[in-house]
């Protein structure tokens, strides 16, 4: 599935009225008495707010529904956008209303309603603790393990705080099957948690799998190929990728998303990772035979068979992707002409470069390497990638080819500006952005 206007105004659309939810609800019935316009403005916020942030759980939740359409980098930019703009609102509803009038500072007051005042004031830390470990969460030093944990738990917490603190306040919210359907709210939302921490690691543990070789291969990247253990596997469209748990047990707080690197045609999986973090640092020392569990697959960074041909930039280990598609489209024997810039600091860091370079003398493949240090007497391109070498590659029927992008963030940035710049349609533009560490 590929980008629509279409689509984006459905799935847009259908953003907002959910968001509106909690507010249309309030405003079903009989309609207290008004209690000033930036009183009202402010509880209006809160409850489009709260509707933002119960959305959150939705665009984060790996449903197969959204990521194929728009492709993960779109939906998790789109998450972390959401969830500034959400976080935002709720601060804003206290804020607003006690500008409007001091005495709902009483809501913070321990010595007025000491339960309240605790709920209230940890759910304005835990918005503030949530934007800065999303936004700085290197430089403030916190394992993606624990971040994934801290980030669901203080979402969770203030979605909790906030929707119970409605009912309490019961304003807009006093009849009965108000309470009922926004408690009614409240569950579905846990659950998509539970779904998500324990319904879905129990259905892995279903299907385990056990690691067949770990590979190292060229600039500190490795390998891991997995293979099924008593069961078939699952299928995958080349590009996609799985989040996957090594260790005897899938309920583990160590789980991260990576693409799969192998053919869509072969029974194992392989993931290709460079070394940049607490987990892939392990990965040197990890058995064959190693318990590990897959849940997938994801993403919409796959090829497009009504393209008439691929066209890549890639920089680095993202590669991974690349070469799922590339081996992929050389088993079925997909004829369509394939152009890959692939960017690298040195010669000797080319992940794949032995294999790409066989692959191009045995399909319709075109690699161009682009080093940034190139060796003496290199002939190839040097330097950074920009838009005057891309236009130097693209094929003359360029509206027809589909464009795919993995990387550093820099290279994609100068990639997506550059392909746009030269007459490239965002609907023809795929990237992928996720950052695993």
Same mark, same amino acid.
């Given at each position: ?10 799935? *847009?659309?259908? $953003? ?5 939810? +909690?507010?249309? /609800? @309030? %405003?079903?019935?009989?309609?207290? #008495? ?70 709902? *500072?009483?809501? $913070? ?5 000491? +339960?309240?005042? /605790? @709920? %209230?004031?940890?759910?304005?830390? #835990? ?70 921490? *324990? ?8 299907? +385990? ?229």
């Amino acid at each position: 599935m590929r980008f629509t206007y279409k689509k984006v105004f459905f799935w *847009l659309g259908l $953003f907002l009225i959910l968001s509106f939810i +909690p507010f249309g /609800l @309030a %405003l079903l019935g009989p309609i207290p #008495a008004p209690r000033g316009y930036w009183v009202e403005f402010g509880v209006g916020l809160g409850f489009v707010g709260m509707g933002v942030m119960a959305l959150q759980f939705v665009s984060s939740g790996r449903f197969h529904q959204i990521a194929p359409t728009f492709g993960s980098d779109f939906v998790l930019q789109f998450h972390r956008q959401a969830g500034i703009i959400g976080v935002l609102l709720v601060l804003a509803h206290p804020a607003v209303m006690i500008l409007a009038n001091p005495t709902y *500072l009483e809501y $913070f007051d321990p010595r007025v309603n000491f +339960p309240r005042a /605790l @709920a %209230l004031s940890f759910v304005t830390v #835990a918005l503030i603790a949530i934007i800065i470990t999303s936004i700085w969460r290197e430089p403030v030093g916190l394992q993606y393990e624990w971040w994934r944990l801290l980030h669901g738990l203080l979402a969770l917490g203030i979605i909790f705080v906030g929707m119970v603190h409605a009912l309490q306040v019961s304003h807009y919210l006093n009849d009965l099957w108000k309470q009922g359907i926004w408690a009614g709210g409240l569950l579905g939302i846990m659950y998509l948690v539970i779904h998500t921490r *324990l319904v879905r690691p129990w259905r892995m543990s279903r299907r +385990p799998y056990k690691v067949l070789e770990m590979n190292e291969e060229r600039s500190n990247t490795w390998s891991m190929t997995l293979v099924p253990d008593g069961h078939d596997g699952f299928d995958f469209d080349a590009g996609q990728f799985g989040w996957i748990t090594v260790g005897d047990s899938p309920f583990s707080l160590q789980q991260h998303p990576f693409s799969f690197s192998s053919s869509a045609y072969r029974e194992h999986l392989t993931f290709t990772a460079q070394v940049v973090g607490d987990f892939t640092a392990t990965w040197q020392d990890i058995e064959p035979g190693t318990p590990a569990f897959v849940e997938g697959p994801y993403g919409g960074f796959t090829r497009n068979p009504d393209a008439k041909g691929l066209f890549f930039v890639i920089g680095g280990s993202g590669i991974g992707p690349a070469m799922s598609i590339i081996r992929t489209m050389y088993d079925d024997k997909d004829e369509r002409p394939v152009i890959l810039l692939y960017g690298n600091p040195s010669w000797e860091e080319v992940v794949f470069r032995d294999e790409l370079e066989e692959l191009s003398q045995k399909m319709n493949l075109q690699v161009v390497h682009i080093l940034e240090e190139p060796p003496a007497h290199w002939e190839g391109e040097s330097g950074l990638l920009d838009k005057e070498m891309l236009a130097r590659y693209l094929p003359p029927n360029k509206e027809e080819f589909e464009y795919l992008s993995c990387g550093p963030i820099p290279l994609m940035d100068v990639a997506e500006s550059g392909l746009r710049e030269l007459g490239i349609s965002w609907q023809q533009i795929i990237s992928e952005r996720f950052k695993i560490v």
